[in-house]
């Protein structure tokens, strides 16, 4: 049976790191929410019990469920071969995998910083302060951390001579990041030029590059992790 992905079908997510390291590595996968609604995924999860996930994205994939996006492409990585064969590779790999985990968090609580279940237009005030300070200590940080970690490799990807699912979560990562504060990354661009040469390599890839011009990949919108309000961005 191809692997199922259950996420929420409306938006890229969490779940979008998990697919772009599917469709680069041409794995054909079942997008089940997109297939069979909401509803089918809360139901699926619902059903569940014991080891099962607390949220989505979980993949269903060779007689196992597993949850959490690093958890997922750690496994992908270790048994459909998207990942490097040494060990210490390996877990580089998914170091960075959670580093970014860390910084999808915060950039999602920027708009959220009083209360994730509260509109964005209940904290606005909030909001504003929080964004000013990841846009101008927080990204910066983490970014330096992954260009630092990509100028360390002698080839042109994250790690290796060839793409990992680390190489597509940064493309994911970078993605986001333009669409949420296009005017502060437009600023920020020259200084990290090994982030946007793995950028626009992972939108080379066939697979990902099929994906990106086909329906399936859902745009961003303000219902997802990384939003665009006008007036959380820099300058």
């Not at 910084?103 to 909001?127: G, L, R, S």
């Not at 994250?158 to 669409?179: C, K, N, P, V």
Request: proline share 6%.
């Amino acid at each position: 049976m191809k692997p199922r992905l259950w996420y929420w079908p409306h938006i890229q997510g969490r779940g979008e790191f998990v697919r772009l390291a599917l469709e680069a590595a041409g794995i054909d996968y079942e997008d089940c929410a997109r297939t069979k609604g909401t509803d089918a995924l809360i139901d699926d999860l619902d059903a569940r019990a014991g080891r099962a996930p607390f949220a989505p994205p979980y993949l269903e994939i060779d007689g196992l469920v597993i949850a959490q996006v690093a958890n997922i492409l750690l496994y992908l990585g270790d048994r459909r071969d998207l990942a490097p064969s040494a060990i210490a590779d390996r877990y580089w790999v998914h170091q960075l995998q959670l580093t970014i985990a860390d910084m999808v968090a915060e950039a999602h609580n920027v708009h959220h910083p009083v209360a994730v279940m509260d509109y964005y237009d209940d904290q606005k005030a909030e909001a504003a302060r929080a964004a000013q300070q990841f846009r101008d200590e927080r990204m910066v940080k983490y970014l330096d951390h992954f260009e630092e970690a990509a100028e360390c490799n002698d080839g042109p990807w994250m790690i290796d001579h060839r793409w990992t699912y680390a190489d597509t979560s940064i493309f994911q990562l970078i993605e986001g990041l333009r669409y949420m504060f296009p005017r502060q990354m437009a600023t920020l661009g020259p200084r990290y030029p090994a982030l946007a040469r793995v950028h626009d390599l992972v939108a080379k890839l066939p697979g990902v590059h099929a994906y990106l011009g086909s329906a399936r990949r859902i745009a961003f919108n303000e219902e997802g992790i990384f939003r665009h309000y006008p007036e959380l961005d820099g300058e």
